[in-house]
């Protein structure tokens, strides 16, 4: 495609004659990522002095009442950077901001920063080695001091701090220094050519002068970590962990006549479907997160006509994750250890048999319907990432005859053993009406397969916690098998892939902090990854990723089961930017009510 081409096609953007998302997709399929379509857009369009931004409708701060917002996981703490689950971190955002977020289409767009780092506006550095941020200008922290670079480059200092055990460590790899120009402008130098330079932009930034006391081991102690002081449109009232978070109306916000509402509450508790219904039918709630409900009940909900379902389409997959680990026994005073080996799963032929036994098409069609698509694949969307190897089967026999071929023998009561070692797995995951349902098809699938699986349910504020005591977390592990969604910000796989590198690996040296729940790594995956880093040409970019997902899937330990759209009711009154590619808040300054 020659320039004068793409100039015609973003002049029928500015237009209006061409969707955004159209030209993004025209240039994902010449193999350009969604980062750089949009800012080649972004280039054009501000040399030739337009805007393709959304208008903002309302036309003053404030006068909209309260905003109530339902998260059925309730927040339990609201520092990002020790929010490993999905309800912690959009429990963050309304007070805590990014230098950029992720819009509809996948495309970058500014919060913190001044612009998007561009090759025309000297943003990116022409060797891939350092990117420049330039920030806002008089944007302050809701206690009134300046946000600076020194804010920026203390983020990277406090997650990158070894003591520290922070979450957010990995939106740092790669990243040599965060270095201040001046008070308004950031370098970020890599340590290697990348073509992921935005992989830190979306991290909510801490303020340094709040947070440089309490660095490293004292990270855990900051009286901040539960009364955040941020930039964003609210400002902090209340917090009681896992029910409630309240906050009000920012004066000094830096994006004009924002935000509309003068309050908001985020109420935590219940379950998806009374979330759904509260915002569907009684209309007690103007919004409710993350619903995972089965469709047909959600179609019976929407016709009451006070609200809607949102489907913000996304490459995040519903996954089943085998444990390499063995959780039930203790390796230097840690259960899980590295160190140790799973009796069944060490076994490729167990592994490959329990991807057999996984019924898609049903799990699709009875259970997620308009929600989900069934996927044998850990990464999906865009479509240049999607592999072809990687094929969906469901087949008991095929799955019985593997596992006699290895030796494991039904005993008396069906259940299959070898070397005195029993077929009896516990299966846990969050307490949600489509995941059990979801369990329940694969318990019965795995009986018929000489596999005894105990289901094991925890209450979503727990599993997805960042409690370092508590043993039913996600991140322990302390279980045979276990079932959550893999999402990711922004259309690129980068974050998606990095949690099954050697170095991510979750473990109590790093308070089980890290995205590598189920433990398993190899050196030819740690390998592929590191080249993506460093790859510049797109399509061997994707090729690597291609070769990642292959990896981790014919290894067995990751079982993707189906590719869900990011499901949300709204009441009909409430205009809500929202993305399949990042947090439901990320927008959440864009919100008015019709």
Not at 38 to 67: C, F, H, N, W
Not at 99 to 107: E, I, N
Not at 311 to 331: T, Y
Not at 505 to 511: A, E, H, T, V, W
Request: charge should be neutral.
């Amino acid at each position: 495609m020659n320039e004068t081409t793409l100039r015609d096609l973003v002049d029928q953007v500015r237009d209006g004659k061409l969707a955004r998302r159209d030209f993004i997709a025209r240039m994902v399929a010449l193999g350009v990522g969604v980062p750089l379509a949009s800012a080649m857009l972004a280039d054009v369009a501000v040399a030739q002095g337009s805007s393709i931004e959304a208008p903002y409708k309302p036309t003053k701060r404030g006068g909209g009442g309260p905003l109530r917002l339902l998260l059925w996981q309730g927040p339990t703490l609201l520092n990002p950077h020790f929010a490993t689950g999905t309800k912690d971190q959009e429990g963050s955002r309304p007070f805590y901001e990014s230098l950029a977020r992720y819009d509809a289409d996948g495309a970058l767009v500014p919060v913190l920063a001044a612009e998007i780092p561009t090759r025309a506006n000297g943003g990116i550095a022409a060797d891939g080695l350092s990117t420049t941020w330039k920030l806002k200008q008089n944007v302050q922290w809701h206690d009134g001091q300046p946000f600076t670079a020194d804010d920026v480059v203390f983020n990277w200092q406090y997650a990158t701090d070894p003591a520290g055990g922070a979450f957010s460590v990995g939106f740092y790899a790669n990243v040599r220094s965060v270095e201040k120009i001046d008070v308004h402008t950031v370098r970020i130098n890599f340590l290697k050519p990348t073509p992921i330079w935005d992989r830190s932009c979306n991290l909510w930034l801490i303020p340094k002068h709040l947070f440089s006391g309490y660095v490293g081991a004292k990270s855990r102690e900051a009286p901040a970590n539960q009364k955040p002081v941020g930039t964003g449109p609210y400002r902090f009232v209340a917090f009681t962990p896992g029910d409630l978070v309240r906050g009000e109306l920012n004066p000094n916000y830096h994006l004009p006549n924002r935000p509309f509402f003068d309050t908001i509450e985020m109420k935590g508790g219940g379950d998806a479907t009374s979330a759904a219904r509260a915002v569907l039918q009684t209309g007690e709630f103007d919004y409710a997160w993350n619903i995972q409900v089965e469709d047909n009940v959600l179609k019976t909900m929407e016709a009451s006509g006070k609200g809607r379902v949102v489907f913000k389409p996304s490459g995040n997959p519903e996954s089943i994750f085998l444990n390499a680990a063995d959780p039930w026994a203790e390796v230097d005073g840690e259960r899980a250890s590295v160190k140790s080996k799973h009796f069944a799963f060490s076994d490729p032929a167990v592994r490959k048999a329990f991807g057999l036994l996984i019924d898609r098409k049903s799990i699709e069609d009875f259970v997620y319907g308009r929600a989900a698509a069934a996927t044998a694949n850990a990464l999906n969307n865009p479509a240049q990432y999607n592999s072809k190897a990687i094929v969906a089967e469901f087949n008991v026999d095929k799955a019985n005859a593997l596992l006699d071929a290895a030796g494991w023998k039904r005993g008396a009561d069906g259940v299959r053993a070898k070397d005195g070692k029993r077929l009896k797995l516990v299966f846990q995951t969050s307490i949600n009406s489509v995941r059990q349902k979801v369990q329940a098809i694969v318990k019965q699938a795995c009986s018929k397969a000489g596999i005894e699986i105990e289901l094991k349910t925890v209450q979503a504020s727990v599993f997805f916690s960042s409690d370092l005591t508590n043993p039913d977390t996600y991140g322990k592990f302390f279980s045979d098998i276990e079932m959550f969604l893999n999402s990711r910000a922004g259309t690129d796989p980068d974050r998606t892939m990095q949690q099954w590198v050697s170095w991510e690996i979750c473990q109590k040296s790093n308070g089980w902090q890290l995205a590598n729940k189920c433990r398993w790594s190899s050196p030819e995956y740690d390998k592929a990854f590191r080249a993506s880093e460093n790859e510049l040409d797109p399509v061997k970019r994707a090729a690597l990723f291609i070769q990642m997902n292959d990896m981790a899937c014919n290894a067995g330990y990751v079982v993707p089961v189906a590719v869900r759209a990011q499901v949300t009711a709204l009441s009909k009154s409430i205009s809500a930017p929202l993305t399949g590619w990042d947090l439901d808040m990320s927008g959440i300054h864009d919100w008015f009510r019709t």
